[in-house]
């Protein structure tokens, strides 16, 4: 159990923070809590503005197969896979991978490779068997769930692999960083400092590995 960044690989945007903070309002929050089409490519103000794929999870894809000393033929679960784009580049690397997305219109929208191998539904009733899984990942979903359905989608987690399991999840630093994040978040429900995540591991009893989304 520690805290590793398995996403360094994947380009770092710059978000332009003041022009969220204008147009924020709970109209926004509601839409894009509804993961459609304006979620994923609508309007920047709601979401993604656009999600489409273009390559940029290959390293990554990459680093996960390293980091969790996969082989051609283990399983693993992307759990918040949206359209799977992380999903079909574990495939092209001889996993046997398998998504899940609470969005119908992400799943109805996905890449060819992965027709078949996304399942919808929630990160805290997952519809697997004990130990199905060599691997299961969680990246920026978790912290969509309020506190107490965070530590049930942990124990899940925990339940498919033994453990080895790696979630990215909205954090902060510094009470700077904790404005900035409130002024731009959209679809958080539970987040909190390192800490408050790190209390939220143990009384999940998760054990697997974790890192931070700072906006900065």
Not at 162 to 186: H, M, N
Request: hydrophobic residues 35%; aromatic residues 12%; glycine residues 10%.
């Amino acid at each position: 159990m520690a805290e590793i960044d398995l996403l360094k690989a994947l380009p770092r945007g710059k978000r332009n923070v003041s022009a969220r903070q204008t147009a924020k309002t709970s109209e926004h929050i509601r839409i894009s809590r509804e993961y459609g089409q304006v979620y994923f490519d609508g309007d920047r103000e709601y979401g993604y503005g656009g999600y489409r794929y273009d390559g940029r999870w290959q390293p990554v894809a990459g680093d996960i197969v390293t980091h969790f000393q996969l082989k051609p033929g283990d399983r693993v679960l992307d759990i918040g896979c949206a359209k799977g784009f992380l999903v079909k580049d574990l495939l092209a690397l001889g996993i046997d991978a398998y998504g899940l997305d609470i969005s119908k219109y992400a799943l109805s929208n996905c890449e060819p490779e992965v027709i078949g191998r996304l399942h919808i539904g929630s990160a805290d009733e997952l519809p697997f068997p004990d130990n199905s899984f060599n691997a299961v990942i969680s990246l920026n979903t978790l912290h969509n769930l309020k506190r107490d359905r965070c530590i049930v989608a942990l124990q899940e987690m925990q339940r498919l692999s033994s453990g080895k399991g790696f979630v990215q999840v909205d954090s902060y630093r510094t009470p700077e960083q904790k404005a900035i994040f409130e002024s731009w978040v959209l679809t958080a429900e539970f987040y909190d400092y390192p800490a408050g995540w790190e209390a939220v591991f143990k009384e999940a009893g998760y054990t697997g590995d974790w890192y931070w989304t700072i906006i900065e």
